[in-house]
């Protein structure tokens, strides 16, 4: 965690704070890069450490591998999206992020269908990521709700890797249901969609939408493009910190999106490809992330 000099809190608090104006502040984002780094805590450990970190009354919404923290205090209300599992590692994700991710690129269907088609024609969406939103979306949603009704506060919404993806979607779903989002802010997350669905954020949430990317992480990288009709991209606006990012793996990713629009993929491909990710994966870590933000401004 971070010492107190590093600290940005009212008066010498020592506490990290939310900044509401302007919008993308640096204290905010190292308030809400915390907030990330404790979704990843077990449910006893988190509460304290959310109210004795960042003074939020939080709770853990969990189903399956999907896990979010609701956060409220006073002032602010706070969702952060945890990512995979364990927070050191990048297991579980080679399939969604590059392996599948072809095939994982689709028009909204479902549940979301509606909202999400809303973006445009065209927009298509990560399949594996709507649908580990789909499974807390009800009962987080309706908390949120609630805390607004009870009392109006900005939402923000954070998550790390996998987390940062999720709370992208999420503020799309929650402007369908009238919630406004003040900020998302999100570190090391991949790609959610194609042009026409980011075309639809950057317009949606001009100006509150914040990607922090280490210049070595390759997770803000992938999914790489899949076919070419299909092309993941992001979001704006990208903030990027740490060093510049190694151009081999950007031309291995070239050649494997090319050889998956001739049909010439092959599985050994991707295996050089997710080598090169987990040769990087320290670059990955909320902790570098944290590190990089207080070296910031």
């Known amino acids: 965690m971070s010492s107190d000099g590093d600290r940005a809190g009212p008066e010498g608090s020592g506490r990290l704070v939310l900044v509401e104006e302007p919008p993308g502040s ?17 449910e006893t450990e988190g509460r304290r450490r959310f109210a004795d970190e960042l003074g939020l009354d939080a709770r853990l919404f969990s189903v399956g591998n999907t896990q979010a923290w609701l956060g409220t205090d006073d002032a602010n209300i706070v969702v952060a999206f945890r ?7 990048l297991d579980g994700l080679k399939d969604i992020l590059l392996t599948d991710a072809m095939n994982l690129l689709v028009v909204p269907e479902g549940r979301f269908g509606h909202d999400l088609s809303a973006a445009g024609v065209g927009a298509r969406f990560h399949k594996g990521f709507v649908d580990a939103l789909a499974a807390i979306w009800d009962p987080l949603a309706s908390a949120v709700e609630a805390d607004i009704t009870k009392v109006d506060r900005p939402l923000w919404l954070t998550g790390h890797s996998l987390g940062g993806a999720l709370a992208l979607l999420a503020a799309w779903l929650f402007k369908r249901r009238f919630v406004p989002v003040h900020e998302v802010c999100t570190f090391g997350a991949p790609m959610i969609g194609n042009d026409a669905a980011c075309a639809a954020f950057n317009r949606e949430f001009a100006g509150r939408i914040f990607r922090y990317v280490n210049g070595r ?25 740490g060093p510049d990012p190694p151009t081999g793996f950007a031309d291995l990713l070239g050649t494997v999106a090319s050889k998956a629009a001739g049909g010439l993929l092959t599985g050994a491909m991707l295996d050089d490809a997710w080598r090169h990710v987990n040769a990087e994966v320290a670059s990955h870590f909320l902790d570098r992330y944290r590190d990089l933000l207080r070296t910031q401004g």
Do not use: W
């Open 217 to 241: 992480d390759p997770v803000p990288k992938l999914p790489s493009m899949s076919l070419v009709a299909n092309a993941f991209l992001h979001v704006d606006s990208q903030r990027l910190i």
């Open 26 to 42: 640096l204290g905010s984002a190292r308030f809400l890069c915390e907030a990330s780094a404790l979704a990843y805590l077990p």
């Open 83 to 89: 990512g995979t599992e364990s927070p050191a590692t």
